[in-house]
C-alpha cells in the first residue's frame, strides 16, 4: 500500500514542480511580451494567470509600485508544499 501512496506523492510533486516552471516562464514572459496570439505565450498564461489573479486579489500588497511579485509568493507556496509532501513519502 506504501508504494501506491508514495507513487502517488511522487506524481504529484513532479507536477507541482512543472507547474513551478510554468510560473517561473510565465513571469519571464511578462518581460519579454512576446506576441500573445502565440498558442504558448497562450497556453503558458491560461494556466498561471488564474493564481496570479487569486494571490493578486487576496493578497494585494504583493503589487510595489507596478511590479508583480505574485510569482514569487507562488513559488514559494508550491516550494512549501513540495517540502510537505516530500516529507509524508515513507
Known amino acids: ?14 507536477l507541482l514542480n512543472i507547474y513551478s516552471w ?3 516562464i510565465a513571469a519571464l514572459l ?3 511580451n512576446p506576441d500573445p496570439r502565440n498558442q504558448i505565450v497562450q ?3 491560461s494556466l498561471t494567470e488564474p493564481l496570479f489573479e ?11 509600485n ?6 514569487i509568493v507562488i513559488i514559494f507556496g508550491l516550494n512549501i508544499i513540495i517540502a510537505i509532501l516530500q516529507s509524508l513519502m515513507i
Open 54 to 64: 487569486f494571490v493578486r486579489r487576496k493578497m494585494p500588497f504583493v503589487v510595489v
Open 1 to 14: 500500500m506504501s508504494i501506491i501512496i508514495n507513487s502517488i506523492l511522487g506524481l504529484i510533486i513532479t
Open 30 to 32: 511578462s518581460f519579454v
Open 22 to 24: 510554468l510560473v517561473i
Open 66 to 71: 507596478g511590479i508583480d511579485l505574485s510569482p
Open 43 to 45: 497556453f503558458i498564461r
